[in-house]
């Protein structure tokens, strides 16, 4: 998932609280923005601008997605890897994150191409 992950225009990896916390970032420096929590277990992405949108995924994977502590309110969920959930609807997940994410980001602040996606 890290390697998709940094195919991502202006993507890099950050571990701003411990080697074993893995965040994909997107953006520069103290400004990068984070679109991805990686474990060994799952992903955690935003997956909707509002805690409602991301539910869906609780809907539709029950178990399997579930609310990220601390960030969950503001759309964030984690999706695990080993179970119901598609390869194809993972990666689908972090490319909406980044989506959003970059969306969030001032216009000056967004990567060259991040749109081409």
């Known amino acids: 998932m890290q390697a998709y992950c940094l195919t991502k225009p202006g993507a890099w990896v950050d571990h701003p609280w411990e080697p074993h916390h893995t965040v994909v970032k997107v953006g520069s420096g103290e400004r990068g923005k984070i679109f991805a929590f990686l474990g060994d277990d799952g992903v955690g992405v935003k997956s909707g601008r509002s805690r409602e949108v991301a539910d869906?995924?609780?809907?539709?994977?029950?178990?399997?997605?579930?609310v990220m502590a601390y960030t969950g309110r503001s759309g964030w969920n984690d999706l695990a890897f080993a179970g119901a959930i598609p390869d194809e609807d993972l990666v689908d997940a972090v490319d909406e994150s980044y989506?959003?994410?970059?969306?969030?980001?001032?216009?000056?602040?967004?990567?060259?191409?991040?749109?081409?996606d």
């Open 99 to 116: 989506r959003l994410v970059v969306e969030g980001l001032p216009k000056k602040l967004r990567p060259p191409g991040w749109d081409q």
């Open 56 to 66: 869906e995924w609780l809907q539709r994977f029950p178990g399997d997605a579930t």
